[in-house]
């Protein structure tokens, strides 16, 4: 059997091993429809899931960005050369697509407009992160922080270099309803492909040269931030 996996690669499996995933999925399931009914209230992200437990204590909950309800404000005050990344470091996708950006793009945008800085926020981070950005000139870190909607009002705009994983892509979603454009790779923009266009909505390009490129001019051009 033919399959995908999570970064996009064609990979094979037996019969056997296709048959041992549908069991342990049905396993899954089953120790979900006999655990979650304990529970007080149950929230899930869409509909389909809600037949797991009795519809009394299943409620949904999507998953989706919030923001402040004056956002016009962010659109008013330009945001210079900041570039802006926002992620969990601890999960893989988004440790991983920092990383291939800051190896793949960050020297030549900052060769093409020194004075770039890098804000990257996180929930958290490790030893081996905090040593990796230290290697690098023109990074902030920022750890939790508090106001999330100042970061934004000060960059130009935002990244989403994420090569493989799952979700939502909340970081597109938010991005926009902050207003501030972004430079994403297509599999970050996956999911969005039909209601958001390149270069109408925001660049979207493979990470190296044109991703680079691409952040040097939405740096250069205010009007597209």
């Not at 899954?28 to 979650?36: E, G, P, T």
């Not at 270099?161 to 909340?170: K, N, R």
Request: glycine share 6%.
């Amino acid at each position: 059997y033919e399959y995908y996996d999570s970064r996009g690669r064609l990979e094979y499996i037996t019969e056997v091993e296709r048959e041992m995933c549908l069991l342990r999925a049905s396993e899954l399931r089953n120790s979900m429809k006999r655990d979650l009914p304990q529970a007080s209230m149950c929230w899930f992200t869409k509909e389909g899931d809600c037949d797991l437990v009795d519809g009394s204590i299943a409620k949904v909950l999507r998953n989706t960005a919030y923001v402040e309800d004056d956002v016009k404000s962010v659109r008013e005050e330009e945001g210079g050369g900041r570039i802006l990344f926002v992620g969990v470091l601890s999960w893989l996708p988004n440790r991983e697509g920092i990383k291939r950006f800051m190896e793949l793009c960050w020297n030549d945008i900052q060769n093409a407009e020194p004075n770039v800085i890098l804000d990257v926020v996180t929930a958290d981070i490790d030893e081996e992160m905090q040593s990796y950005f230290s290697r690098w000139s023109n990074i902030c870190v920022h750890v939790n922080v508090s106001d999330l909607a100042l970061i934004f009002r000060n960059c130009a705009f935002s990244i989403v270099p994420i090569e493989f994983g799952a979700g939502t892509h909340i970081k597109v979603i938010e991005s926009l309803l902050r207003q501030k454009t972004l430079v994403a790779t297509p599999f970050g923009l996956r999911g969005f492909e039909k209601v958001l266009l390149h270069e109408r909505d925001l660049l979207v390009a493979p990470l190296g040269a044109e991703f680079s490129s691409s952040c040097v001019r939405l740096i250069r051009d205010k009007a597209m931030q």
